[in-house]
């Protein structure tokens, strides 16, 4: 899933400094989830809103904030309450396609967007995949180097580690370690010693866009 | 010709220094550096922003010690340069005649002693795949996109180079780091490192030459046929290697020499004198590399003096060492 953080209220707070009424739009997706984007989340933001004297005078929860259809659909009551501006709860996708369907509103973000995250236990995201597009876990005893390694090496480590742990973060396992152990346990030790060929990053221009339709 | 290779492929026994570039632009104390060691060592490494701490860049202190007549060794990280910008440092480095280069990954910026933590790291390349890109230049006469490199002749019908004598060509190294578990994973690397065109190897910092056998059992255990240089340290104080053992990731400086330069420390606050632990430091230095050239253990010995370069000449001496 996306992991959110909040940003700072201070920073919430004066991207609508100018605006007296304000709509709200929660996500019910990874957002609820990560208690950045909720009912709770946006019952709180309401009443901080308020205390600064601004008036909420609509709210929504989409099912996805980043799929355009079912946010088209919910925005009609957002659109329809005319506020002065969105705040949008979700990730950095969810408030580009909230501010789509805004028409002439601005609509501002109240999260920062981190990672793709694995939740581990309640309250607890571990950043799993960095999106590389070229996926390796099948040679790397399902560790991925490229998000687990904190230099994204491709031929094992570095000299950097330290009792098993990561020259940038102590409190990280050597990735490689991991996979070489993982690899041990799997009977798979050989691929180690296997070549990776450095990664190529002529087919990742972004912004991208994949369509089953043959186009855009 | 690179003069490390022509000393290691003749047997001779090897020996390089380090010297990392200023943070600012004068080069005065590097190159009074250079002057002791010109005729004393087969090259100098130039380090790459050594533990992420930023420096005037490795390619102008190497042209500098080229024009000085000080034989270079171009450390190339992948940290701050994509594999364009490392392809493009290398063709300037041999427009200056400089032919040996050393692929390191690069300490990250956020590492402990980082101080530019806000850098993006690039690490477009590791040290194998900085190795892979410069042999197969050398290999096909292209740069790193397929193109072919000016000077060298192409058919216009075929696109095949025909000539590749333009094409410029390294002695080219890595490291290794001896001291590690599990050692399966460094000599898996360094066989890799072998593979992309490592002709030599230089060792993180050795204290212990027991261990060092070991490690030197494992490569000939794992045939692999390259140069190794032993990484000396000269220690400075005790405290200097108690902050390396906790600090220094593969580095593991024995009891006893942090007993000896205590003790160093100890008499000459008694006797009233200056440096005692660095001479001490020196010795132990010396004792190594003459046991390392006399037992055969290796093909050579680098010294990172880490900013007492002016020492190394002193140090070879007392190990009764010359080019």
Redesign the interface.
């Known amino acids: 899933m996306i992991i959110t953080q909040k940003k700072p209220i201070e920073e919430v707070l004066a991207l609508v400094e100018g605006a007296k009424t304000v709509a709200l739009v929660g996500c019910n997706s990874c957002a609820t989830a990560c208690q950045t984007g909720g009912q709770p989340q946006i019952d709180e933001l309401t009443k901080i809103l308020e205390d600064a004297g601004k008036k909420v005078v609509a709210t929504t929860i989409c099912d996805y904030c980043c799929m355009n259809l079912g946010v088209k659909t919910k925005m009609k009551a957002i659109n329809a309450a005319n506020p002065d501006c969105v705040i949008c709860m979700s990730c950095g996708d969810g408030v580009q396609c909230v501010a789509k369907n805004a028409g002439d509103k601005p609509v501002y973000p109240s999260n920062n967007t981190m990672y793709l995250g694995e939740a581990v236990k309640f309250g607890v995201w571990e950043e799993s995949c960095r999106f590389c597009g070229d996926c390796v876990l099948g040679k790397t005893g399902g560790i991925c180097p490229i998000t687990q390694c904190?230099?994204?090496?491709?031929?094992?480590?570095?000299?950097?580690?330290?009792n098993?742990k990561c020259?940038?973060?102590p409190e990280n396992p050597c990735a490689?370690?991991e996979i070489?152990k993982r690899l041990e346990a799997t009977g798979e030790v050989e691929k180690?010693?296997q070549?990776r060929e450095?990664k190529g990053?002529g087919n990742f221009a972004y912004p991208r866009t994949i369509s089953l339709r043959g186009k855009k | 010709m690179s003069l490390l290779k022509e000393a290691l492929d003749a047997g001779k026994f090897g020996v390089t220094a380090e010297m990392a570039p200023p943070k600012g632009c004068d080069f005065t104390e590097q190159m009074e550096a250079a002057e002791l060691l010109r005729g004393k060592v087969h090259g100098v490494n130039v380090t790459d922003m050594q533990s992420a701490c930023l420096k005037a860049t490795g390619l102008g202190l190497c042209i500098k010690l080229k024009q000085a007549g000080v034989e270079p060794i171009l450390q190339m990280t992948g940290?701050d340069r994509n594999?364009m910008a490392l392809m493009g440092d290398a063709l300037s480095a041999a427009a200056f005649g400089i032919d040996t280069m050393l692929a390191l990954?690069?300490?990250?910026p956020?590492?402990?002693g980082g101080d530019c933590k806000d850098a993006k790291?690039v690490?477009?390349?590791?040290?194998?795949?900085i190795l892979?890109?410069l042999s197969k230049m050398e290999e096909t006469g292209r740069d790193c996109g397929g193109n072919p490199l000016s000077g060298n002749v192409v058919d216009k019908e075929t696109g095949e180079i025909t000539d590749k004598s333009a094409t410029p060509k390294f002695y080219k190294g890595a490291?290794?780091?001896p001291v590690?578990?599990?050692i399966?994973?460094?000599i898996?690397?360094l066989?890799?490192k072998v593979?992309a065109g490592a002709e030599y190897i230089q060792t993180?910092g050795i204290f212990d030459l027991d261990s060092f056998k070991r490690f030197m059992d494992e490569v000939n255990k794992a045939g692999i046929k390259t140069h190794i240089m032993a990484g000396i340290i000269p220690l400075k104080a005790a405290g200097m290697a108690k902050f390396m053992n906790a600090n220094v990731?593969?580095i593991d400086v024995p009891q006893h020499m942090i007993d000896r330069l205590a003790a160093a420390a100890a008499e000459g606050k008694e006797k009233g004198i200056k440096g005692l632990p660095a001479k001490v430091g020196m010795e132990m230095a010396a004792e190594m590399i003459a046991k390392i050239k006399d037992e055969k253990l290796c093909d050579g010995v680098h010294i990172m003096a880490i900013g007492a370069e002016k020492n190394v000449p002193k140090i070879l001496d007392m190990a009764g060492i010359a080019i």
């Open positions: 904190a230099k994204s090496l491709m031929n094992g480590p570095c000299g950097g580690q330290k098993g020259e940038v973060n490689w370690i070489y180690i010693t070549v450095s990053y | 940290r594999r990954t690069g300490d990250h956020v590492c402990a790291p690490y477009d390349l590791d040290s194998v795949g892979r890109m490291s290794v780091t590690y578990e599990p399966f994973l460094q898996n690397k066989r890799q593979e993180q990731p593969g």
